[in-house]
């Protein structure tokens, strides 16, 4: 005899099946064209040569209604181009120009097939196929697409390789920083134009900027100027766009800190306040251990703006803001730190030209100091970099070196 005990059992078990079944299918796919959306009206056009290039970067909102998905939450953030080619030879766009990990539309597909119906992910693959930015560019033809990158906070700074006609060497290249809605960097919250009176701008050329300097503390503090904090060992002097620009050229990343009491209070401070800008960067797309603070400071070197820097490596973890003031270990050779900083620049093609200024401190490794945070730390000399930022892209062995003081480690004349 089949007691009817079981049989509800299964029945039971076959409805959660089904619901189970219903709701790992995803809902059904929606999508709007480019043109409803309507994110093309911000495009920047730049041209070079017979090709017109139009980029722009939807925001996380505008992505969803394109693909109907949230891909910035899966890490991917499509990039919008429109390519004219004005020549009389075919030409072949570098997709990995403008990500070398870009995502081709069948991944990113497959990646999201969870989150739709499974009647819908041949149209959902079809359609990403269909939007996707076709490699190749017929004479006098006008393409546009998407290409599908990783996604990064902030500007969104990439180049576009088209190579064209016969010859291997025949190609333009052009370099995008594009504004992505939907995120402020901290820099964009800052009036610079506010922080000094014109007053209390010193004028320098580069003479008297290698005297100002040694007015510049060589340690930051606390925020009420009693402790000491992290080594200063770098400056800037560049325009700000620039400096944002050399800085994403060099891979670096905006941030975006909620500047509230206990980042008040446990901030390093310059000026009377904590960094005007913060950028970091790490060896993957999910760990950033490398920060970059900057401030502005009272004074122009002829045209041009003068920046402090002050660099942070962490070890081993994230550098998220609550690590940083939970007590994430620091590299303790700051030395090494500001070493890196003017070779990521220099290899980014962002020097125009440098010079060491003995405007710093030796601090021994066998009786370090210590930061606001307990961390110890160190410097092998007395020197600190001085980089005037490039706008434009510079070819390494075209930066120049300008004779102050000579690195004791190789005569200075490369970084």
């Not at 998407?146 to 060497?169: L, M, W």
């Amino acid at each position: 005899m089949i007691h009817s005990r079981p049989t509800f059992a299964l029945n039971g078990f076959i409805m959660a099946l089904a619901l189970c079944v219903a709701a790992c299918s995803g809902a059904p796919l929606r999508y709007e064209s480019p043109e409803r959306v309507g994110f093309t009206a911000r495009a920047v056009t730049q041209e070079q040569g017979a090709f017109r290039v139009r980029a722009a970067v939807p925001g996380e909102a505008e992505t969803e209604r394109l693909f109907g998905l949230p891909l910035y939450e899966g890490g991917v953030q499509p990039v919008w181009l429109e390519v004219t080619n004005r020549d009389v030879h075919r030409a072949r766009l570098v997709l990995s120009s403008i990500d070398p990990d870009y995502f081709p539309p069948y991944e990113v597909a497959y990646t999201h097939r969870r989150q739709v119906s499974g009647q819908d992910l041949p149209v959902l693959e079809n359609y990403l196929f269909e939007q996707a930015l076709p490699r190749q560019i017929g004479p006098g033809e006008t393409v546009s697409g998407f290409v599908f990158t990783n996604a990064s906070n902030g500007t969104k700074a990439f180049n576009v390789d088209i190579y064209s006609g016969s010859g291997v060497t025949d190609f333009e290249q052009f370099t995008f920083f594009v504004d992505v809605p939907g995120f402020v960097p901290d820099h964009a919250e800052i009036d610079f134009k506010s922080l000094y009176s014109e007053d209390n701008i010193k004028k320098l050329d580069i003479n008297s900027l290698r005297t100002f300097l040694n007015t510049i503390p060589t340690r930051a503090s606390n925020r009420e100027g009693t402790k000491s904090g992290r080594p200063i060992q770098s400056f800037f002097i560049a325009e700000g766009k620039d400096v944002l620009r050399a800085l994403l050229r060099a891979g670096w990343n905006e941030t975006s800190y909620r500047r509230d009491e206990e980042y008040l209070a446990d901030a390093d401070y310059l000026f009377g306040r904590p960094p005007d800008a913060i950028f970091s960067k790490g060896r993957s797309k999910t760990t950033e251990r490398l920060e970059i603070g900057l401030w502005l400071a009272p004074a122009r070197v002829g045209e041009k703006l003068l920046w402090v820097v002050q660099f942070k490596h962490a070890l081993g973890r994230r550098f998220a803001i609550g690590d940083r003031f939970l007590g994430v270990p620091l590299d303790p050779n700051s030395t090494q730190g500001r070493d890196f900083v003017l070779q990521d620049l220099w290899y980014a093609q962002s020097i125009d030209r440098w010079a060491w200024s003995q405007s710093g401190e030796i601090v021994s490794a066998q009786t370090p100091a210590t930061d606001l945070h307990g961390n110890d730390w160190f410097s092998n000399d007395e020197y600190r970099a001085v980089i005037w930022i490039a706008g434009d892209p510079v070819a390494l062995g075209n930066a120049e070196y300008v004779v102050w003081s000579r690195y004791p480690g190789n005569g200075g004349e490369t970084p």
